[in-house]
């Protein structure tokens, strides 16, 4: 029994302590107003965020494009935000090669610049799309891809008409010449600016390469008397002008505007008529076509590249009335040259005892239009600075009359007797070449045009808007 209280009282010396302890702790527990809920810990401090720097805008990847270096005309008004022709309603005189640096169409161009009302096209020989063949009129139609009026100027009239200039402000001429006097386009500017003129419509031109360059002067010029749509320029036939430096020269010459049953508008008219070039840029007159970088694009059917464009001015004049014919086969248009019955070997011997300066005869294939392979002669330039660009033509019309049973030239009707005159521009010759035949000097004609380019090259300088 006494062991039992003894170890009763020591488990209560243990256990007192503990409830003294419980006690205590449920004083600070139950405080008043903390029973049901804990007390809440303080907010931390408010820290300033680190500051942010935004990203820097990131410029999209420039592309570059390689563009050629020679800036057109429209090239140039659209640079200069066609301020020219802003607020105004035009008309546009065009082909297919009138397109900017990139290829665009002027007329596309043209129809989405802003405060420009381009209102009617214009077409010279061949038509606005360039597919229709030499000498061919062209009806007036609706272009089925703008919607707009095409006023031909190469069908019942050359140049446009009072109502069909009614209601324009200007008249934009965007056309690429090919450096020859009897290349149409330049004489389509010439009765248009006329037109103009006689209507109080201003006449804006932009200017665009001469792809045989600005240096290069040869032929005969042309005589006064022989003026037509096939010539309308006093100049040389090969004439190293651009066309916006022909239209400098038709609008500042001395003299009425004149082609006969065409135009003839006096020299006041002339004088306060109003013209604006717009020059290129980056072009100079030793550049030739490729030295510019731009793709050529076909000026009409049979000049459909830089080479054809060489050949025009060099064999042209020799096929005309001549027997002689262009290409070989269907290639090598006004590259390659034939005469009836005669071959490649005689042709190469027969204008080789010239020695012409600059040019070089080679035999090669070509296709006919059989499609038969066949070889003809290919005329090359060996030596740009020696080549008079006329002169082989002038040995072909000498050689057609010695290998003609009778002087070709010397039986044309008078229709084709005008027709050879107005292209080549020389009375003078033809008469010589009808009295003479192959006894004709040709080397007389060359030396004595030489001179007479030269004095014109010197006077056209005033003319000129590029080095």
């Known amino acids: ?34 029973a049901t809920k804990p007390e809440s810990a303080p907010p931390p401090p408010k820290v300033a965020p680190p ?4 990203p820097k805008p990131v410029a999209p990847p420039v592309v570059e494009e390689n563009l050629p270096p020679v800036m057109l005309g429209i090239d140039v008004l659209e640079a ?33 610049a802003p405060h420009v009302k381009l209102v009617a096209l214009f077409g010279p020989e061949h038509g606005i799309y360039g597919d229709i063949k030499a000498g061919d009129n062209i009806a007036d139609s609706v272009d089925a891809r ?14 446009p008409t009072p109502a069909q200039l009614k209601g324009l402000d200007a008249m934009v001429i965007d056309l690429q010449d090919i450096g020859v006097r009897s290349y149409t386009f ?39 008397e022989l003026k037509s749509y096939v010539g309308a320029f006093r100049v040389p036939y090969v004439h190293g002008l651009t066309i916006g430096e022909l239209a400098r020269l038709a609008k500042d010459s001395a003299g009425p505007m004149y082609i006969p049953e065409i135009i003839n508008v006096p020299d006041a008219v002339r004088a306060r008529g109003r013209l604006t070039v717009i020059p290129m840029r980056g072009w100079t007159r030793a550049m030739r076509w490729p030295e510019t970088g731009l793709r050529w694009v076909p000026t009409s059917p049979m000049i459909a590249s830089y080479d054809a464009v060489i050949g025009y001015a060099m064999v042209g004049l020799g096929t ?23 071959t490649p070997e005689q042709i190469m011997a027969e204008l080789g005892q010239y020695h012409i300066p600059g040019i070089e005869l080679q035999r090669i294939p070509g296709v006919a239009r059989d499609g ?54 020389s009375s003078a010759w033809f008469s010589a070449l009808k009295r003479e035949g192959s006894r004709v000097d040709v080397a007389a004609y060359v030396r004595s045009w030489a001179e007479r380019d030269a004095v014109y090259q010197q006077q056209s300088r005033k003319y000129w808007l590029y080095n």
């Open 1 to 34: 029994m006494q062991a039992r209280i003894l170890k009763h009282f020591r488990n209560r010396r243990l256990v007192a302590p503990l409830v003294l302890l419980l006690a205590v702790a449920s004083a600070f527990l139950f405080v008043p107003g903390c």
């Open 51 to 54: 500051p942010v720097t935004p």
């Open 80 to 112: 200069e935000h066609f301020a020219p022709i802003a607020g105004k309603r035009i008309g546009l005189l065009t082909h297919p090669a009138g397109v900017n640096r990139r290829g665009e169409s002027t007329i596309e161009i043209l129809r989405r």
């Open 146 to 159: 703008t919607g707009l009026p095409v006023y031909s100027l190469h069908g019942k009239n050359r140049k």
């Open 186 to 224: 330049a004489s389509a500017m010439y009765c248009t600016m006329a037109a103009c003129f006689e209507a109080g419509v201003e006449v804006v031109v932009l200017d665009r390469p001469n792809p045989l360059g600005g240096l290069k002067v040869d032929g005969p010029p042309l005589d006064a």
């Open 320 to 342: 005309q009335n001549s027997g002689w014919t262009s290409g070989i086969g269907s290639f090598y248009a006004f590259r390659g040259i034939g005469f009836p019955k005669r």
């Open 372 to 425: 038969k392979v066949i070889d003809g002669v290919y005329v090359e330039v060996a030596n740009w600075e020696a080549w008079h660009p006329t002169e082989l033509a002038f040995y072909m019309q000498k050689v057609a009359a010695r290998w003609s049973a009778a002087n070709p030239f010397a039986r044309l009707s008078p229709a084709d007797e005008r027709t050879f005159k107005i292209h080549v521009g």
